[in-house]
């Protein structure tokens, strides 16, 4: 008798406690964070970091943070789950996750994207994500460096905490050809200060107008071109815009 009780009181509690969080609440919104261990060492740093860094901030501010290296988990079934996919440092190579992912975003999901998930070229033969990120991969500059940045728009949710220029810890730049800024679609939040030309050694970036955070109007999405190496969250400021742009994502 003793024994069902007690067996029936752990099941209650189990029940309640499916879907919630550690803080007991039920969480505001769930993430699917989609990684790679294969790729460029420096990118792999990078997600270390950024995975230490939203665990950490999913618990405080009570939302899910759910991780995995297995991009097949980008599939109309799974995503169901989810209000917001982050790509961390890399994207989707097949047909069937890029047109779930598609269908995701068409549909009111929300995407975070890093870095090398926004890289694309006359390969990538994936016309959609082109007009969804609005922008080309162009050029970078080597070795990677630490960059004054420009906010463009500090109205944004994601960027109304942070300074109108603030220095961008170590990063691997990306320039970008179409430019997104003559994408009507797409506004752009921060860009490069020219004050940092020329930027690099090996490859060497001497001009242009070069933003690193912008959103397509479109959709609910935030692409973010920091993310190579371990030092991208050694900024307090940058790290306010990091945490910013997923709660706004994750907002209904
Ligand atoms: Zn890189």
């Not at 009181?9 to 993430?31: D, H, I, Y």
């Not at 970091?49 to 290296?69: C, G, P, Q």
């Not at 082109?130 to 970078?140: I, K, S």
Request: aromatic share 14%.
């Amino acid at each position: 008798m003793k024994n069902s009780l007690l067996k029936a009181a752990v099941t209650f509690l189990s029940l309640l406690m499916l879907g919630t969080t550690s803080s007991g609440q039920s969480p505001k919104f769930r993430v699917l964070a989609l990684y790679s261990t294969t790729v460029e060492s420096d990118h792999v740093d990078f997600a270390v970091s950024a995975i230490k860094f939203y665990t950490k901030m999913a618990a405080e501010k009570n939302f899910v943070f759910d991780l995995s290296t297995d991009w097949e988990k980008l599939n109309d079934e799974n995503l169901k789950n989810y209000q917001v996919v982050v790509w961390i440092n890399e994207f989707p190579h097949n047909e069937a996750e890029r047109r779930s992912f598609e269908k995701f975003m068409t549909n009111g999901g929300a995407w975070l994207g890093f870095h090398v998930s926004g890289y694309n070229d006359k390969y990538t033969q994936w016309p959609w994500f082109v007009d969804f990120l609005g922008a080309v991969f162009y050029n970078n500059n080597w070795p990677p460096l630490p960059a004054k940045l420009i906010v463009d728009d500090g109205t944004h949710p994601a960027t109304r905490h942070i300074p109108k220029s603030y220095i961008s810890p170590i990063n691997e730049w990306y320039g970008w050809k179409p430019n997104p800024r003559d994408n009507k679609d797409i506004k752009v939040l921060v860009s490069l200060d020219p004050v940092n030309y020329p930027l690099g050694k090996k490859n060497i970036i001497t001009q242009g107008d070069i933003p690193v955070v912008w959103t397509n109007t479109k959709y609910r999405m935030l692409y973010m071109n920091m993310g190579h190496g371990d030092k991208i969250f050694d900024s307090e400021i940058q790290n306010k815009m990091f945490e910013d742009a997923i709660l706004w994502l994750g907002a209904k």
